[in-house]
């Protein structure tokens, strides 16, 4: 059974920097491509960012390129979110989530996650 565990979250100010990370078990990381969500109150749950197998892939939303940057260390079974110049409309509850039989290019799509975990909250004061 493969068990997401999201960390790094945390209040934070208007334009400062955080690291969330997601750390999977229960079977090889290496199998998945990976992505972050994020849920902010009352709001559908949004794709932030993909990367593929081995990392070659990164996709992400149009909201987080160039502030955001994901990444992956296979030997670590960890996935990375760093985002920069953090704004209010960040706030949310950041989701970890992995996918087989899939692309990263795909990975936007909720249909096509296998696994979710619970959810690290950010919250971004002005």
């Known amino acids: 059974q493969v068990q997401l565990v999201e960390s790094g979250g945390g209040l934070v100010q208007a334009g400062d920097s955080l690291r969330l990370s997601c750390a999977l078990s229960?079977?090889?990381?290496?199998?998945?491509?990976m992505a972050w969500f994020r849920q902010a109150p009352g709001k559908e749950r949004d794709f932030v960012a993909a990367?593929?197998?081995?990392?070659?892939?990164?996709t992400y939303a149009d909201s987080v390129k160039g502030r955001f940057t994901i990444s992956r260390d296979n030997a670590k079974n960890t996935m990375y979110l760093q985002m920069n110049s953090l704004s209010p409309e960040d706030t949310a509850n950041y989701f970890c989530?992995?996918?087989?039989?899939?692309?990263?290019?795909?990975?936007?799509?909720?249909?096509?996650?296998?696994?979710w975990g619970q959810g690290t909250q950010v919250t971004v004061s002005s």
């Open positions: 990367v593929s197998r081995y990392g070659f892939t990164k």
């Open positions: 229960g079977r090889t990381f290496s199998l998945y491509n």
């Open positions: 989530a992995a996918a087989l039989g899939t692309t990263a290019q795909r990975m936007n799509d909720r249909q096509a996650i296998n696994y």
